[in-house]
């Protein structure tokens, strides 16, 4: 991937060449200085007492000198790398540019500049916030027939503790309410949910079942005691003959007081739950017109909850069915600027403009006679789709190995990335040349946003907040997070662990072999000051002496 990167890349920015400017000016300033008072000064006496003392000077003394430099580059290399590996950037530079720059007059060309800066500023924070929130992952993995499986398999825990407490929580916010103590299977199951031993878990929900029909016990157990899906299924179709029942009696009461109210609303989240995942069952057991007819059922019955993001598993089965009319239909509801984007939506969109044009897409004819407004068309959608997610391509196109997603994804992260591909990989397979193109044109993306942590091109920045949130939500032990843009090393981390390594040796050499060194360092600092010597023997030539006779009185 074409990442930009946060070290050695602020070396090519304005500051850079402020800095440069400024201690070429200073260079050259100061060498004026020394050459015109070098009379009044003395400067050949002073030069011949200086290096009559260098002379006088022991190793020892030169020892002690590259290993005091030494330790004091050694410790601001240590400050350096914690202050980086805590806050992500190097305090030299931030300094450079926070304090220093100003007084030199630089101005900061990345930050984005426009004439509604301060409305902007406001709906950047707004989206900022919302798009660090962490979402439920519409098309989540059943826990005792996938990701149990995958544990008995390889030995390896696909969901972090993070995840798993998450989804905890999203169980007592839709499956309870203050009302549950009034039945007895209820109250069980309320606690439950907060139990962090899944045989614990699993043991209330059949408590909770010898009392009565219970929905939620069903559910927990559909989810992580059995171990296939038709036994999820099984358990699914015997929670939403409950759940339906307990939806029924209290959308009569809903409006007799804030109790019955929640207790409603509880019971729609069972129900909308419950046939969720029954549409799902159905998918994944190959029925696919029958989970695309639950799900456009759901959708109509409960149109005011797209919280739960049930589109998402309607695109699914309908690339599945291949019926891209429908998709696309789809796509004219749900990809409004009023709603929040997805990674489904961005690439399913991008995916569909491709399938136009990829099966006769060819770079080399591409370069001769430029792009047709189909395939440029395709093109900007595929920049819209890495531009809203960068992580995918490398999924897609197999660069990077997939692994099982999460129950929670970070929109615009690795984890959301993760969770398309896994699911939607097969489909962009499926559209002859699709992969093709979208390898010859995605890394354009980036030139268009060269940083795209303070200004984007189609969407707002991309959030900071990701790398953080999905290495929490990842299995980092066996996978390795995608980062974007990718971090590097700044200038003065490098620069100070190159110092501290060369005065370091310089004093072993000088402590081992002082005499030898000490031809060195003479034949080092002539060396040196040759150049210096022949311009200032060329200047006195060339100016007259009279004139050089007045600079040195001033």
């Not at 201690?23 to 003395?42: A, G, K, N, Q, S």
Request: charged share 20%.
């Amino acid at each position: 991937m074409v990442e930009n990167g946060t070290g050695l890349e602020q070396l090519k920015s304005p500051i850079a060449w402020s800095w440069t400017y400024f201690w070429t000016v200073w260079f050259f300033v100061m060498l004026f200085l020394v050459y015109i008072l070098r009379v009044p000064l003395r400067y050949s006496d002073n030069l011949t007492e200086v290096s009559m003392f260098l002379n006088t000077l022991t190793p020892k003394f030169y020892v002690a000198l590259t290993g005091t430099s030494s330790l004091i580059s050694g410790l601001i290399l240590i400050f350096e790398w914690w202050y980086f590996r805590k806050y992500g950037t190097s305090f030299i530079e931030q300094v450079s540019v926070s304090h220093l720059r100003p007084l030199l007059g630089g101005v900061d060309n990345s930050s984005p500049t426009n004439s509604n800066s301060s409305n902007g500023d406001a709906d950047s924070n707004r989206q900022s916030v919302s798009e660090c929130k962490v979402w439920r992952n519409p098309l989540n993995l059943f826990r005792g027939a996938e990701y149990n499986r995958y544990t008995w398999v390889t030995g390896r825990e696909p969901l972090t503790y993070y995840d798993m407490n998450l989804s905890a929580q999203d169980h007592q916010t839709f499956f309870t309410c203050d009302s549950d103590h009034l039945r007895p299977a209820d109250a069980i199951m309320q606690k439950a949910w907060r139990e962090r031993n899944p045989q614990a878990r699993i043991s209330a929900a059949h408590e909770a079942l010898e009392l009565e029909d219970c929905a939620t016990a069903s559910i927990l157990l559909a989810e992580e005691e059995a171990t296939t899906i038709m036994e999820a299924e099984k358990l699914f179709k015997q929670a939403l003959k409950a759940g339906e029942g307990c939806y029924r009696r209290s959308q009569q009461l809903q409006y007799h007081g804030a109790q019955y109210e929640a207790q409603h609303r509880r019971d729609t989240n069972v129900v909308v739950y419950i046939k969720r995942r029954l549409a799902m069952c159905s998918r994944k057991l190959g029925r696919t017109r029958e989970a695309v007819k639950m799900l456009r059922d759901l959708m109509k019955e409960f149109p005011l909850l797209s919280m739960f993001n049930i589109h998402e598993n309607l695109l699914e089965s309908l690339l599945e069915l291949q019926n891209y009319a429908d998709v696309q239909a789809v796509l004219a509801k749900y990809d409004d600027i009023s709603l929040p984007k997805s990674a489904t939506i961005c690439y399913t969109a991008a995916l569909l403009k491709a399938r136009a044009v990829s099966d006769k897409f060819s770079p080399e004819a591409a370069s001769r006679r430029g792009l047709s407004t189909a395939e440029m068309n395709a093109v900007e959608a595929i920049h819209r789709a890495v531009e809203f997610n960068p992580h995918v391509p490398k999924y897609l196109l197999e660069m990077k190995s997939l692994i099982l997603p999460p129950e929670h994804i970070l929109k615009r992260g690795d984890s959301e990335a993760i969770a398309y591909a896994f699911f939607h990989l097969q489909h962009w397979k499926r559209v002859e040349g699709a992969l093709n193109l979208l390898h010859c044109t995605w890394e354009g993306t980036f030139r268009m946003i060269p940083y795209p942590l303070e200004k984007g091109h189609l969407f707002y920045p991309y959030p900071i907040c990701t790398e953080t949130a999905d290495r929490e939500l990842l299995p980092t032990v066996f996978h390795e997070v995608s980062v974007y843009p990718k971090k590097e090393l700044p200038f003065f981390i490098l620069f100070t662990a190159g110092l501290c390594s060369f005065t370091a040796m310089l004093a072993l050499l000088t402590h081992q072999f002082p005499e030898l060194m000490g031809v060195f360092a003479k034949a080092f600092l002539s060396t040196l000051f040759a150049p210096l010597n022949f311009i200032m023997e060329k200047v006195e030539s060339i100016l007259p002496s009279s004139l050089w006779h007045q600079l040195t009185r001033i």
